[in-house]
């Protein structure tokens, strides 16, 4: 298994500016992913961030708004660029170890 | 892309009654299917897990059945606990080991 941590837990931002999402990882792994998950909603995946590669988005998501850092293999950061309400959600990432896939706690973000 | 879906956003049982949350998925290809439940400021947590060369896979308490032929799969969960309390998600993997989650059904145990 392995334990995930997520800084900051939660954080209120005001429109227009940037936080960074910290996931670190007990063990070293080669994937991790960042989801996003919408109040009362289920989880969508934001982007893949396999370290040594760039970040592969997933449909709806672009780098310029969510850039990923993957610089080593226990640690990633996702950052929220130029917030908005609607950015308003539970950022989590989770990392691949054989077949299963773990989860950090989550960041509850909230934009004012 | 994939879909995964839940019949009912709700499910409320007794304690020590059984409980059974359905999910359907779209894309017959899916090899690979797995059940999470997520307590309140929690991140999913793995519960199990099936491949589709298996019909059923049991674990503690716990059991997944898969029906290739309606793409339907089931989450039961024997002698509820209020520590049961939770939504419950099953999910897809996809071809980049990434998951596609399905709605979530929200299981409420009555004390």
């Not at chain 2, 998951?99 to 059904?105: A, V, W």
Request: net charge neutral; aromatic share 8%; with cysteine.
């Amino acid at each position: 298994s392995a334990v995930i941590s997520q800084k900051p837990s939660r954080d209120i931002c005001q429109r227009g500016t940037s936080l960074t999402i910290q996931c670190q990882v007990d063990s070293q792994v080669t994937m991790m992913f960042w989801y996003r998950q919408q109040p009362g909603q289920s989880l969508t995946l934001i982007a893949t961030a396999n370290q040594g590669s760039e970040a592969t988005y997933e449909s709806g998501f672009v780098i310029d708004k969510f850039p990923i850092s993957r610089p080593n293999l226990t640690f990633s950061t996702l950052t929220v660029s130029n917030m908005s309400p609607e950015d308003s959600s539970i950022y989590l990432c989770s990392v691949g170890l054989a077949a299963e896939q773990y989860f950090g706690p989550g960041t509850r973000l909230t934009v004012t | 892309g994939e879909s995964v879906g839940l019949h009912l956003p709700t499910l409320s049982v007794q304690e020590g009654d059984n409980s059974i949350i359905n999910c359907a998925y779209s894309n017959s290809a899916s090899d690979y299917f797995i059940w999470y439940k997520q307590e309140s400021g929690k991140g999913p947590q793995f519960i199990i897990d099936i491949r589709s060369n298996m019909d059923k896979r049991q674990g503690q308490r716990v059991t997944v059945l898969l029906n290739k032929t309606v793409k339907h799969l089931s989450l039961q969960i024997a002698a509820t606990q209020p520590g049961d309390s939770a939504v419950y998600f099953c999910a897809e993997k996809g071809g980049a080991n990434n998951l596609f989650f399905g709605t979530g059904t929200r299981l409420t145990v009555i004390p």
